[in-house]
């Protein structure tokens, strides 16, 4: 059965520094890789995804992610983080196969202080 | 850009009585999917539909629940009898086709009493 691990629950980094929030999952085949974002009182916001192609993959707000196959992981980072960054993250695993329902993570809170 | 719309936002109902969660995925959207986070936890798959029937279901998903696409452009989910412990953020998403991500909408908070 595929799975999910986000190791941090909770993750503070002072506005203008750097972020890598960890994933890593257990999946049989090729998994395809998103991050989600919620904010309080929000829905799920699609950060990025990954399905194929290029290991490093861009995504919105200046996050990116890198899917290492040999170490199971898919990992965000931000160079610079801003206080509106502050949110849940999610990290899921999916598959391309039919339905490709989502598997999450436990979610990594991250507060900004200034 | 085009949303998943839920509503309510928040419903609360006593406790055995029926509720029904309406989504309004996006409409040129073929799969279909509904979640639920329980206050602390993580996002947890509920069903999947695709071409009018189920695909897939977890566990959770048992013979209080069903879902239900009754036209073209909603998409329910009822709980027959209500308990306390379906208290939870319920989450639509719709998703294109298979090249494609799940979209999700803002979520219905139920809270049973």
């Not at chain 1, 980094?13 to 090729?30: D, I, P």
């Not at chain 1, 990025?48 to 040999?70: H, M, N, P, W």
């Not at chain 2, 073209?72 to 719709?94: H, P, Q, V, W």
């Amino acid at each position: 059965a595929q799975s999910v691990t986000q190791p941090d629950i909770h993750i503070t980094v002072s506005e203008g520094a750097s972020l890598e929030l960890r994933c890593n999952y257990s999946y049989g085949a090729t998994p395809y890789l998103f991050w989600y974002v919620q904010s309080p009182g929000q829905g799920l916001q699609l950060l990025l995804k990954y399905f194929s192609g290029d290991t490093l993959v861009q995504g919105i707000k200046g996050f990116e992610a890198e899917f290492k196959r040999s170490q199971s992981s898919f990992n965000l980072r931000k160079p610079s983080v801003h206080w509106s960054d502050a949110a849940e993250y999610f990290c899921a695993v999916g598959s391309n196969f039919g339905n490709e329902k989502l598997t999450f993570g436990t979610g990594t809170r991250l507060t900004i202080i200034p | 850009e085009p949303e998943v719309t839920q509503t309510p936002s928040h419903q609360v109902t006593q406790m055995g009585q029926e509720v029904i969660l309406r989504c309004v995925p996006i409409s040129n959207h073929l799969y279909f999917y509904w979640y639920r986070q329980i206050l602390g936890q993580k996002v947890e798959f509920l069903v999947s539909f695709y071409n009018n029937e189920i695909s897939e279901k977890s566990e959770i998903f048992d013979d209080q629940f069903s879902v239900e696409r009754p036209d073209g452009s909603n998409f329910t989910l009822k709980i027959r009898s209500t308990k306390l412990e379906d208290s939870a953020m319920y989450f639509c998403a719709s998703r294109a086709n298979n090249e494609q991500p799940q979209h999700f909408g803002d979520g219905t908070r139920l809270s049973i009493l």
